[in-house]
């Protein structure tokens, strides 16, 4: 599987890259699939069944405006956060969508966005079909899809078959573990940032490469500050107030509580930037998956941490933190899995907590064997970390979970460069017995909110 960093690292809006990212690029191409086929004149309803996850928590994640927004022709990258609302208003007062926004088109949100709370399909749990009829209400086409976690998705052909194409692309650093790319690094004297750079070339120019990590920067660095401002309570019901804000105007102004403890200062200050980020995600702000939006706030946090906080930090320390994080996170991507609907939160903060971990290793000068040792500490803190959302929300424990595991990041990366990089358990050996512990763990607590938390907390 060909991925690359901008695979990994996509602008988007919240609250869910599994449930929101995914489903609206998938029923973007529905949409995109019906024109190029001829049979967009001839479409006069559609209809979206959710299964798995997506159905038992899509409400709550976003999930069916998502699907709207796609239909209408919207991409996560590009849509405006802000005039989500009023257009689903719209279309929930007039049971009208426009499809591709040009055409009119009869869509009961209550009828025709089905959400099946326990069925799943086979392949993964995160399943989504979408049909179109005529005027005669005849079916005249079906694609199932599947958002398998980061906003990817796969599709099943016609013969209800899911094919993993793979791209034709030959790196001039192939690796699939952690050992090859450190067997990498040592043969060719380059850095796991430096690998990754000449692998990214066979998509985009150096220059081009190095612009896109800085233009994602920025979209973290916006997503912080408006989370710093933004105040009130977060949709869904659960009534969960923003923090970020008061805690932004306390840490400002000095607040007495920061004597209590100085040398921890900078981690109210981490705790901020990632609460920031989730705090936009729930309220369906643009935010950058990395590698998922559950998961959202991490990196930037810790990047915000290197960028504030650590002495000659720089712009090239953003890139090759950003180049060794993206390194880490194709490991999982590739040899276990992102998704909360799959294995568990492990899979999305335990990622990110790895990645972070690692970049901030990197942009502070550490070598690959420290690198990897600090991905390794960061991934096995949080094994068995399941995925039960209150009220199937990306709120609790979501948003304060990235900032226990930003801290932890930090404090993985601090273990690793105090070390020579040598360690009893391998990231290798660690992403495996993540997959094994996923792949072990009861379905209630993969994104259903039929377990843990979810179950346990009385809503009032």
């Known amino acids: 599987m060909a991925i690359s960093l901008f695979d990994l690292f996509k602008i988007g809006i919240g609250p869910s890259s599994s449930h929101t990212v995914g489903p609206m690029v998938a029923a973007n191409k529905f949409a995109q699939f019906l024109s190029n086929e001829k049979l967009f004149d001839n479409v006069s309803r559609i209809e979206c069944e959710l299964y798995g996850s997506l159905g038992a928590t899509g409400k ?18 590009s849509i405006e956060p802000k005039s989500v609302s009023s257009r689903i208003e719209h279309i929930s007062a007039t049971n009208v969508l426009a499809l591709l926004g040009v055409k009119p088109l009869t869509f009961n949100p209550e009828t025709d966005l089905i959400y099946h709370k326990v069925k799943r399909l086979d392949f993964h749990a995160n399943g989504m079909t979408l049909r179109a009829f005529n005027n005669e209400l005849n079916l005249i086409a079906e694609k199932t899809y599947y958002s398998v976690g980061g906003g990817f998705i796969v599709q099943e052909n016609a013969q209800g078959e899911v094919e993993l194409v793979e791209e034709n692309i030959k790196f001039p650093y192939e690796f699939n573990s952690a050992k090859e790319l450190l067997s990498l690094c040592e043969q060719h004297n380059l850095s796991m940032a430096e690998i990754m750079l000449e692998n990214e070339k ?28 933004n105040e009130g309570i977060l949709p869904g ?93 194709m490991l999982f ?24 971990a690692a970049g901030l290793a990197a942009a502070t000068g550490g070598t690959p064997e420290q690198i990897e040792n600090a991905a390794e500490i960061g991934m096995e803190h949080n094994l068995g970390l399941t995925c039960d959302p209150i009220g199937g929300l990306v709120q609790v424990p979501c948003i304060e979970r990235n900032a226990m595991a930003s801290v932890k990041a930090i404090n993985s990366a601090s273990m690793a460069l105090r070390g020579n990089g040598s360690h009893y358990v391998s990231l290798d050996k660690v992403i495996k017995t993540m997959k094994d512990t996923g792949m072990d763990m009861n379905e209630k607590y993969k994104e259903t909110s039929r377990g843990g938390l979810a179950v346990n907390v009385i809503e009032c």
């Open 60 to 77: 709550g994640h976003g999930t069916g405006t998502a699907v709207l927004m796609g239909l209408e022709g919207e991409w996560p990258e």
């Open 202 to 229: 066979v998509w985009r120019t150096e220059a081009e490469i190095k612009e896109g990590i800085l233009r994602i920067w920025r979209v973290m660095q916006e997503c912080v500050e408006n989370g710093k401002l």
């Open 237 to 329: 019901g659960l009534k969960v107030k923003r923090r970020a804000a008061k805690l932004f105007a306390d840490l400002s102004n000095k607040n007495r509580m920061d004597m209590i403890t100085p040398s921890l200062g900078a981690m109210d200050w981490v705790n901020l930037y990632a609460l920031a980020v989730n705090e936009e995600n729930a309220g369906g702000g643009r935010v950058v998956t990395a590698p998922t939006n559950g998961a959202a706030g991490i990196i930037p946090a810790v990047l915000h941490y290197y960028w504030e906080f650590c002495p000659r930090s720089s712009e090239q320390g953003i890139v090759n933190f950003m180049l060794t994080a993206a390194a880490i996170g």
């Open 333 to 356: 991507k590739k040899n276990a899995s992102i998704s909360g609907a799959e294995v568990g939160c492990q899979g999305e903060v335990g990622s990110a907590c790895a990645m972070a």
